[in-house]
């Protein structure tokens, strides 16, 4: 995709798929993550819970290290997590990749994509279902990824909600109009029933967890996903 070279370059795909550890088996998270990437995984989506932010605790910066010490897959962090200023040091250290911040989480969201551009990571900026895009407006030109959650953040295996669709569509404007140059994920209940709607839309990266680590061949969910 032009323009966004840096993080397409990882991968031979324009439609990124980053399955999320949290569907996946933690009493075998290295060999998950390598089944995740045998499969076909060009990202691995990592989904940090504080119990505070959203109402479900999930891991911390050991299962991050963990996971890059099993793979050499690109780590996409996702911190739904209420100071991510306080905790951000701790989550580059484990070797993440990208690290996605919440815009309705404390802190200055502005500061917290610089920190994590200055440590050479790529910044993403999550927006929950509720939030509108105004919200991120100020930071698109600091930021190499923009989130649109499809379900209210804290557990996997809700449905899609198909209202981000909108979302997506502004965002992939937004871009244009101001010649910028983010990615823009999706997460929440993906499948490949409403995977070409998203892309359809703007999306290029598309989070799964249930429909990957759950499918009973997750080549085939990831693949299906690829291209629907
Ligand atoms: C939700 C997480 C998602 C979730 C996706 O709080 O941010 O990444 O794990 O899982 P599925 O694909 O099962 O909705
Ligand atoms: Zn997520």
């Known amino acids: 995709m032009v323009g966004i070279a840096p993080v397409i370059a990882k991968s031979f795909h324009d439609r990124l798929i980053a399955p999320s ?33 959203v109402d479900n605790i999930s891991f911390g910066p050991a299962i991050v290290q963990t996971v890059n010490q099993a793979s050499e897959v690109f780590l996409d962090v996702h911190l739904m997590i209420s100071r991510p200023d ?39 900026l999550a927006l929950n279902p509720a939030t509108p895009l105004t919200a991120a ?25 198909p209202e981000v669709v909108d979302k997506i569509a502004a965002a992939a404007r937004l871009r ?10 999706v997460d929440g209940g993906i499948d490949s029933s409403n995977a070409a ?25 990831i693949t299906a996903i690829r291209q629907a």
């Open 137 to 161: 407006e100020p930071f698109l030109a600091q930021i190499d990824l923009l989130l649109c959650m499809s379900v209210v953040p804290g557990f996997g295996g809700q449905p899609f909600m």
């Open 86 to 124: 306080s905790y951000l040091q701790r989550f580059i250290d484990a070797g993440s990749d990208l690290i996605s911040v919440h815009v309705e989480a404390d802190h200055e969201i502005g500061t917290t994509l610089r920190r994590i551009r200055e440590a050479g990571l790529l910044a993403g």
């Open 176 to 185: 244009e109009q101001r010649n910028l140059a983010f990615h823009i994920e």
């Open 21 to 53: 550890l949290l569907a996946a088996d933690f009493a075998r998270v290295g060999e998950e993550v390598r089944r995740a990437v045998a499969a076909g995984a060009d990202w691995m989506h990592l989904d940090v819970m504080d119990g505070h932010f």
């Open 197 to 221: 709607r998203c892309y359809a839309a703007g999306a290029n990266v598309l989070v799964a967890g249930s429909s990957t680590f759950r499918a009973p061949d997750m080549a085939a969910a």
